[in-house]
């Protein structure tokens, strides 16, 4: 009897994981789920906030002619019953195998009338609402990767804007010396505003009010504060955590469930190096993919093995910043800036799309990933001896 494997997100990871299956297993039924055809590019979104909305491609034109594509929008997880329950579709839909890749599309709210890039259909709301003003004071609250981008893509846009950032942290804080120094100096030549080490003590309807009790207006506030997981993943019953993340074991299966995979932001390896993004997503994919045609085939499972290489900021449309990294993703003083560092984040973007197409149509797996151990080293301090443990 054939194995049926269900993959719900058709993000780079489910996309991913998909292809690389069919690719092993003939015999497999395999089916992914997504609320959209059209396949959201998550990296652009900023620049479709900042531009206006980009091409997008069909789902189905980056998966293979075998597998089944449902559109519909998951509305229960039913881990028990091996089951799930899509809008739409009179019938559950029975799994042997579920591979869950939905992705982070939530915030952590903070006030009714803040804006969101997280998913594309905040993107549309955004550039919807926003169609027939221009937006004269823009605050991004969250100075991480996605506010620094959405930040200075605002800005090449719409020089007119005032724009301010503002962190409880400093800005940049996961680069190097370097780093935060070139991108301040950027910050503040293009005269984006950069309010970090900063709490805020309350937001209102246009106005943010500092721990201080310094004022700061806006009319539009965009929240890159924080992201997280889908709510089906809580009320399925699988442990999650405050980022409705579920919780894995070291082969990305649920702690619960051993026939459920979980890849990209759905997934939470506790102690490990792993964070929310593309980078970490289609390593996942593409490692699910391999274990469970192992698991089925009868072969032995090795463990999830990661490393970093570095981290890439595009800042508008001409510069940006490549800062290299140990495998453990602590930055390294060697950074690649300006226009060649715009250069590179534009190639590493394409070729995203690229491993999907090529996993795609070529006969043999096509991607790979930089290997290590993606848990965090603890180093152990005794009065006699000094050990390390994993």
Request: aromatic letters at 8%; a positive charge; charged letters at 25%.
């Amino acid at each position: 009897m054939k194995p049926k494997i269900l993959i719900l997100g058709a993000g780079y990871a489910g996309i991913l994981a998909a292809n690389r299956l069919d690719k092993q297993l003939k015999d497999a039924e395999i089916t992914i789920v997504s609320e959209s055809i059209g396949f959201k590019e998550k990296i652009r979104f900023h620049e479709m906030a900042s531009a206006g909305t980009k091409k997008e491609l069909k789902i189905k034109d980056l998966l293979r002619t075998r597998i089944s594509f449902l559109q519909g929008k998951v509305k229960k997880i039913l881990p028990i019953e091996k089951s799930v329950v899509v809008e739409g579709n009179p019938d559950r839909i029975n799994y042997d195998f579920l591979v869950i890749a939905l992705g982070s599309s939530q915030i952590r709210p903070i006030q009714i009338s803040e804006n969101s890039i997280q998913s594309q259909e905040a993107v549309s709301q955004f550039l919807k609402k926003n169609q027939h003003r221009e937006i004269q004071k823009l605050c991004i609250i969250g100075a991480g990767l996605t506010g620094i981008e959405m930040a200075a893509e605002w800005k090449y846009f719409h020089p007119q804007s005032a724009v301010t950032i503002i962190d409880k942290n400093e800005l940049g804080a996961s680069f190097s010396k370097k780093g935060k120094e070139y991108l301040r100096t950027f910050m503040l030549e293009n005269n984006i505003n950069i309010l970090d080490n900063t709490n805020i003590e309350k937001v209102s309807e246009n106005e943010i009010t500092l721990i201080n009790q310094d004022k700061l207006l806006f009319d539009c506030l965009i929240n890159c504060s924080g992201f997280k997981g889908s709510d089906l993943l809580k009320e399925a019953g699988f442990q999650t955590n405050t980022q409705n993340q579920i919780y894995v074991d070291p082969f990305l299966r649920s702690r619960q469930y051993p026939n459920v995979f979980v890849a990209g932001d759905s997934a939470y390896l506790e102690n490990s190096i792993l964070r929310m993004g593309c980078v970490t997503a289609l390593p996942m994919g593409a490692y699910i993919a391999d274990q469970l045609t192992n698991l089925i085939q009868g072969k032995k499972l090795s463990p999830f093995s990661f490393q970093f290489v570095g981290r890439c900021v595009s800042l508008g449309r001409k510069e940006g910043l490549i800062q290299f990294t140990y495998g453990d993703d602590r930055p390294k003083e060697r950074i690649i800036k300006g226009r060649w560092g715009a250069i590179i984040k534009e190639l590493v973007n394409r070729f995203t799309i690229f491993s999907l197409k090529m996993e795609k149509r070529s006969p043999f797996r096509f991607y790979f990933w930089p290997k290590g151990n993606p848990l965090q080293m603890e180093k152990i301090v005794t009065p006699k001896t000094i050990s390390i443990r994993t």
